[in-house]
Nanobody, 125 residues
């Protein structure tokens, strides 16, 4: 129900834009979070956009570099990633939280009912 795309290989300092397209879910009813996970590592919350008021949250590690946005007409959420660093290398997942508002616990995986399959981002020279 959620499909990520846009991952790939990029040099340090470069940019990528990830997309999270919802097929059977209406993003009018779901907050969307982006998470990332390295092989063998824990899943880390990256960003969140609320369903209605446009509230946005970012992990400290990506503030000022990543921007989350939503196109309601396309039922798609985007994650624009600039100034990428090797440490940003991960599989990136989007997830949907029904009636979510990206509150103080937006980073908790258990809030999100639906998950995409992930897209690989590799930052390397």
């Amino acid at each position: 129900q959620l499909v990520e795309s846009g991952g790939g290989l990029v040099q340090p300092g470069g940019s990528l834009s990830l997309s999270c397209a919802a097929s059977t879910l209406s993003l009018d009813y779901y907050a969307i979070g982006w998470f990332r996970q390295a092989p063998g590592g824990e899943r880390e919350a990256v960003s969140c956009i609320s369903r209605s008021d446009g509230k946005r949250r970012y992990a400290d590690s990506v503030k000022g570099r990543f921007t989350i946005s939503k196109d309601s007409a396309r039922n798609t959420v985007y994650l624009q990633m600039n100034s990428l660093e090797p440490e940003d290398t991960n599989v990136y997942f989007c997830a949907a939280d029904f009636e979510g508002d990206c509150g103080l616990v937006w980073h908790q995986e258990a809030l999100y009912e639906y998950w995409g399959q992930g897209t690989q981002v590799t930052v390397s020279s």
